[in-house]
């Protein structure tokens, strides 16, 4: 009996970590379907006695549920402090995830975790932890998509780049990466590849923030990131974009993932189906970021992908970002191998809710220094960026894209022509290397539009 109570009741707290309003006993046996349902009452009776979970209602309508407000650091396997404050499930899942590799089991792919998540019904996060992101994460619902992600694009690109970077292994320091990303100027001492991780992470954020209004969780936008992400550093150049047909592994990790290429492309698209029916986008966030990996859709690259796609929500609704500043690698590390080995969500939510408070606060400190932004550019935002392509693109000079702007300025309403010339060539004057990619513009042509201007 002894040797029994340590999966058991283990398994019992990772099932009840992925039902944060508490779940039935039918919940619970179709999680646990090769255990006996009067095992698995046994040792909710056990774990109700030790006040390890709560109990409410009768009968057929008993509710179990984590009782996350008893959990102590003491009890951890390791009793080493971290950054982030951690929750019960979060203490089990990483006693679990960091024990010798030959000790824990091997496993699959479960599509069932992903198959029984019901949309607007089921949540890994609680209500209490929505209303808490909300409140904290809120700055301008009411403008149009991706106009609050614009206003600290520059900040946003150089935090989102190097902490995704730095969580692959990344050697560049902050610095570094604000010269890379502001100037261009590389790192000698760091890899090429190193420069092409951040660099791409640069053009994916510009991607969703510039095209907020029509990205989505569909194939078009998924897809194309990982494309940005990816590109110059898989060995198949064809692989980038492209859902994989070849077998791989997790390093460090006792789960292997899903391998039948049509089986990937069914699953990724219920992955991305389920995203878009989720209404709220901290649970949609967070959705994306634990199912994404979880079933590695692409030769790699994939965990990256998750990251800025998980701002897909936050930049279309002007909600902060997140940009995991601060995030330890080994804790994220270990929440990710919680959900490849256990099905468990406890230690990643720990981590993203510690992670979006933190972005929250820096943002919102960032936004105050900036002050209200310019209420004419944000109303003809599209016509502007459209045009400024065009004048690079065509390699106008001064006076050829003064007359351009004026043909233009002419479709407006008479009131708005003056201010909307003035706008233009505000902008026109403020684009160097360092901001062009904005308005979508290859550095080829931007050199030659410069050279002429």
């Known amino acids: 009996m002894k040797k029994e109570a340590k999966p058991i009741a283990g398994e019992l707290l990772a099932i009840l970590a992925r039902f944060p309003e508490g779940a039935g006993i039918e919940?619970?046996?179709?999680?646990?379907?090769?255990?006996?349902?009067?095992?698995?009452?046994?040792?909710?009776?056990?774990?109700?006695?030790?006040?390890?979970?709560?109990?409410?209602?009768?009968?057929?309508?008993?509710?179990?549920?984590?009782?996350?407000?008893?959990?102590?650091p003491e009890d951890a396997v390791a009793a080493d402090e971290t950054l982030i404050p951690l929750s019960l499930p979060g203490i089990y899942v990483r006693s679990q995830v960091t024990a010798p590799i030959q000790g824990r089991r091997l496993v699959g792919y479960n599509r069932t975790f992903l198959e029984s998540y019901r949309p607007n019904i089921d949540s890994y996060l609680s209500q209490e932890e929505l209303a808490k992101l909300a409140a904290i994460g809120t700055a301008q619902p009411d403008q149009p998509a991706g106009t609050y992600a614009q206003q600290i694009l520059n900040r946003l690109l150089i935090d989102l780049s190097w902490n995704s970077s730095r969580l692959e292994g990344n050697t560049?320091?902050?610095?570094?990466?604000?010269?890379?990303?502001?100037?261009?100027?590389?790192?000698?001492?760091?890899?090429?590849?190193e420069a092409q991780m951040i660099l791409n992470h640069k053009d994916a954020i510009e991607f969703i923030v510039q095209a907020a209004a029509e990205i989505d969780f569909n194939r078009y936008t998924i897809l194309n990131l990982h494309a940005m992400l990816a590109n110059n550093l898989l060995p198949d150049l064809q692989a980038t974009g492209r859902l994989r047909s070849m077998a791989v592994g997790i390093t460090g990790s006792a789960f292997t993932p899903l391998a039948i290429p049509q089986l990937i492309g069914e699953l990724f698209d219920l992955i991305l189906e389920k995203a878009?029916?989720?209404?709220?986008?901290?649970?949609?966030?967070?959705?994306?970021?634990?199912?994404?990996?979880?079933?590695?859709?692409?030769?790699?690259?994939?965990?990256?992908?998750?990251?800025?796609?998980?701002?897909?929500?936050?930049?279309?609704?002007?909600?902060?970002?997140?940009?995991?500043?601060?995030?330890p690698e080994d804790l994220y590390t270990q929440g990710m191998l919680g959900v490849y080995e256990l099905n468990d969500v406890g230690l990643i939510k720990d981590v993203f809710l510690w992670a979006y408070e933190r972005s929250a606060s820096r943002y919102g400190v960032i936004r105050q220094s900036l002050g209200e932004p310019d209420t004419f550019k944000?109303?003809?935002?599209?016509?502007?960026?459209?045009?400024?392509?065009?004048?690079?693109?065509?390699?106008?000079?001064?006076?050829?894209a003064d007359k351009k702007i004026r043909l233009n300025a002419r479709r407006l309403p008479e009131a708005d022509q003056e201010l909307f010339i003035q706008a233009m060539e505000t902008e026109l004057l403020a684009i160097h290397e360092g901001n062009f990619a904005r308005y979508r513009v290859s550095p080829k042509e931007f050199a030659q539009w410069k050279a002429g201007w």
């Open 172 to 193: 560049y320091s902050l610095l570094d990466t604000e010269r890379l990303i502001e100037q261009g100027e590389t790192d000698d001492s760091k890899s090429a590849k």
């Open 276 to 327: 878009s029916q989720i209404e709220n986008p901290f649970e949609q966030s967070f959705f994306i970021m634990v199912h994404l990996p979880y079933l590695q859709p692409f030769d790699d690259v994939n965990k990256r992908v998750s990251r800025i796609a998980a701002n897909i929500s936050f930049i279309k609704r002007n909600l902060s970002p997140l940009s995991f500043i601060d995030v």
């Open 27 to 72: 919940d619970i046996s179709l999680n646990s379907p090769d255990t006996p349902r009067r095992t698995l009452q046994r040792w909710l009776e056990k774990l109700a006695m030790d006040g390890t979970i709560d109990v409410s209602g009768k009968a057929r309508a008993t509710v179990y549920k984590l009782a996350i407000a008893e959990a102590k």
């Open 378 to 400: 944000l109303k003809y935002r599209t016509p502007i960026r459209e045009l400024i392509s065009g004048i690079i693109r065509e390699g106008l000079n001064s006076k050829d």
